[in-house]
């Protein structure tokens, strides 16, 4: 089984990069990277205080402003961006950002392809297909394409998957590193279309759980992203008798539903909290 398909050039979306004139064709931190074959593992200081430079998670800062402080374009020059290179991406929903580090780019595409790509030239460096399961997109319906973001961690990135696993990629390779089921989803079709962030060594993941999925479904998890092990969960909607219970009515436990958190969560590492969004489908 295999993902790859034949798509139409209409059906293509490019992935664009775009440069000033007067500006160096490459460069100074793409040149240096370039110059550089080590790549230097990231690290969790490294996350709570990016370089300018970089762009390491899906808003830059684990805030989730998404503001770069590079200054170079501004409303005066932006006008005269001229294109420099373009490559296809996977046919499906864009909603994927990438991740800029040391001179590549990590491109979350449709459908869990993953591509490292040279940001001077456009090359692509490696890319990952997963081998997702026949039944999954009418098991998950609608949306289950979606790629929104990945992460960066030591020398992995990390994502959650269409068929309900963690997982990560050696970032010189794209080789799969490890993997780490979340739910069986013929049982609780939970839907992944953000992936995780990390927080203080924690890879952190939300995700859509749709009615028939089942309460147990909407929970937020913790991995290890160095194995995969998984660290907690915690279910968003309560169980009769613990706190927040009363605001479901006296709904039964098992017809409670769809209180996911599938928007990318955030961080404060001052107060060691992961503020989330949840989906208004219910109490909670
Ligand atoms: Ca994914």
């Avoid at 580090?101 to 090359?123: H, R, S």
């Avoid at 992460?151 to 068929?163: F, P």
């Avoid at 839907?191 to 999925?213: F, T, Y």
Wanted: glycine content about 10%; overall charge negative.
């Amino acid at each position: 089984m295999s993902v790859q398909r034949v798509v139409s050039p209409s059906a293509l979306v490019l992935a664009t990069v775009l440069l000033l004139p007067g500006l160096d064709a490459v460069p100074a931190v793409a040149q240096s990277a370039a110059q550089n074959d080590g790549f230097v593992p990231v690290t969790d200081a490294m996350l709570q205080n990016p370089s300018p430079d970089d762009w390491l998670m899906w808003r830059r800062t684990l805030n989730g402003w998404g503001y770069s402080p590079l200054d170079q374009i501004d409303r005066d020059n932006v006008g005269e961006l001229q294109m420099v290179w373009t490559r296809a991406l996977a046919s499906g929903a864009q909603e994927g950002t990438p991740l800029a580090y040391g001179g590549t780019l990590y491109m979350p595409n449709p459908n869990e392809v993953v591509q490292a790509i040279d940001a001077v030239t456009g090359d692509l460096k490696w890319e990952y297909r997963r081998d997702i399961p026949d039944d999954v997109a009418e098991v998950m319906g609608g949306l289950t394409e979606n790629n929104r973001n990945i992460a960066i961690y030591g020398s992995y990135i990390i994502d959650t998957s269409n068929d309900d696993y963690i997982y990560a990629l050696d970032v010189n390779t794209g080789e799969l590193a490890w993997e780490e089921q979340i739910f069986d989803y013929h049982v609780h079709p939970a839907r992944h279309s953000s992936g995780p962030i990390i927080a203080n060594g924690k890879a952190i993941s939300g995700r859509s759980c749709r009615p028939r999925a089942g309460p147990v479904s909407c929970v937020i998890l913790a991995h290890d992203p160095r194995t995969g092990k998984e660290l907690w969960r915690t279910r968003l909607i309560p169980r009769p008798g613990e706190p927040g219970d009363e605001t479901w009515g006296g709904v039964p436990y098992e017809e409670r539903m769809h209180v996911g958190s599938w928007m990318v969560p955030s961080f404060d590492p001052e107060l060691n909290l992961v503020p989330d969004a949840r989906h208004p489908g219910g109490p909670s």
